[in-house]
């Protein structure tokens, strides 16, 4: 069955553009951290899809950290690309007696080069770990921004749960093709990325 508005065919029945995303999530690598003091994804980010996943999976620090992103583009070294970003997020203690909803300015890039936090402060005992989604649209575009979405949730290291949303864009039409996820200290003691390309 196609797709008509106001009596125009916008898409036939089978005939899908090829560029657009439809949804469907193709494995490309599983990356684990073992006391790791980055985790790389080199390979498999290119023009095959239009949107990338990258799932972090019970990320587990060796201490309380903040955790966060960079890339690189296109025979680009340093993962320093610049970064502009909005971050808010929301958290509940576990007394349930402080909570809060609100922008976090020490969290944004305004056309920085620095790594981007995703979380702050995820706990370093036993059962604590944090867990999230990013999103990066057409990084292989060489004519637009490169735009990418985050939202995870975590442990924090005083007993709260924090929920980050954040968002923004990497500041250069050159093609993206490494993505590089550092804790501000110390390693990423345990923890899974995986790498899906959106079709």
Do not use: C
Not at 118 to 126: E, P, Q, R, S, Y
């Amino acid at each position: 069955m196609g797709v008509i508005s106001n009596g125009t065919t916008l898409l036939d029945a089978g005939a899908l553009d090829s560029g657009i995303v439809t949804g469907a999530m193709t494995l490309l690598s599983t990356t684990t951290a073992s006391s790791s003091s980055t985790v790389s994804i080199t390979s498999g980010i290119n023009s095959t899809y239009k949107k990338y996943i990258i799932k972090v999976i019970d990320i587990h620090p060796s201490t309380g950290q903040d955790f966060r992103f960079q890339v690189n583009a296109a025979g680009a070294s340093g993962f320093n690309e610049t970064i502009t970003s909005s971050h808010f997020r929301a958290f509940q203690n576990e007394a349930g007696n402080t909570t809060s909803l609100a922008y976090s300015a020490s969290h944004d890039l305004a056309q920085g080069t620095g790594a981007q936090i995703l979380f702050n402060g995820v706990g370093a005992d036993n059962d604590q770990s944090a867990s999230g989604t990013l999103q990066l649209f057409d990084p292989s575009n060489t004519t637009f921004v490169k735009h990418w979405i985050w939202h995870g949730t975590q442990y924090q290291s005083s007993d709260y749960n924090i929920v980050h949303y954040a968002a923004g864009y990497i500041n250069t039409t050159t093609a993206i093709d490494e993505i590089q996820f550092t804790p501000s200290t110390g390693n990423i003691a345990s923890g899974t990325f995986k790498l899906y390309g959106i079709s």
